[in-house]
């Protein structure tokens, strides 16, 4: 059974700095990798989704890693706002290409 | 493209009733859909596969006769909740498997139901 961890469960940062945010899985035969974004009481934006054959993808300040081997896989925020505070959900996805695991979360804070 | 949409956004029901939630993907075809649950300040937990024209798969420990799911289209799931309860006060969300042939599976979510049960 996949089971997903994401360290720290909390963070709390100055406007401006750069951070990462990490995940770890259990199971390495994964279909996909991907980062959500979740604000209080609200849905699930997705931020990136890096497939079982990429390392890494990219998109404007955000860069997430996949390192398969290892089970793990890292979200760099590069200059950090205050609204970039939120919970930041890491999911993978089984090999079927079905059914998402979703680690804890972390909750950021940006502090201004 | 790619949006997936929830009906109602939010709930509340008296005990003992029942409430039917609606899972739509609006510009794309799913043959499978999940629905998810979170509580508050954790994470989401998988309840069903939802499959159109036939039966959802539910986790384990999922009860399959309080959580009733249909997939009756290639566009709608619906999750019924039976004879809910407070404990069954959740956030409830729902996402669908675009499938494109020779691409790689992607799921969509939807905004979520806050069903509060008093």
Known sequence: ?112 | GAVVSQHPSWVICKSGTSVKIECRSLDFQATTMFWYRQFPKQSLMLMATSNEGSKATYEQGVEKDKFLINHASLTLSTLTVTSAHPEDSSFYICSARREVWGHPYEQYFGPGTRLTVT
């Open chain 1, 1 to 112: 059974k996949q089971e997903v961890t994401q360290i720290p469960a909390a963070l709390s940062v100055p406007e401006g700095e750069n951070l990462v945010l990490n995940c770890s899985f259990t199971d390495s035969a994964i279909y996909n990798l991907q980062w959500f974004r979740q604000d209080p009481g609200k849905g699930l934006t997705s931020l990136l989704l890096i497939q079982s054959s990429q390392r890494e993808q990219t998109s404007g300040r955000l860069n997430a890693s996949l390192d398969k081997s290892s089970g793990r896989s890292t979200l760099y925020i590069a200059a950090s706002q205050p609204g970039d505070s939120a919970t930041y959900l890491c999911a993978v996805g089984g090999t079927s290409g079905s059914r998402l695991t979703f680690g804890e979360g972390t909750q950021l804070t940006v502090n201004p």
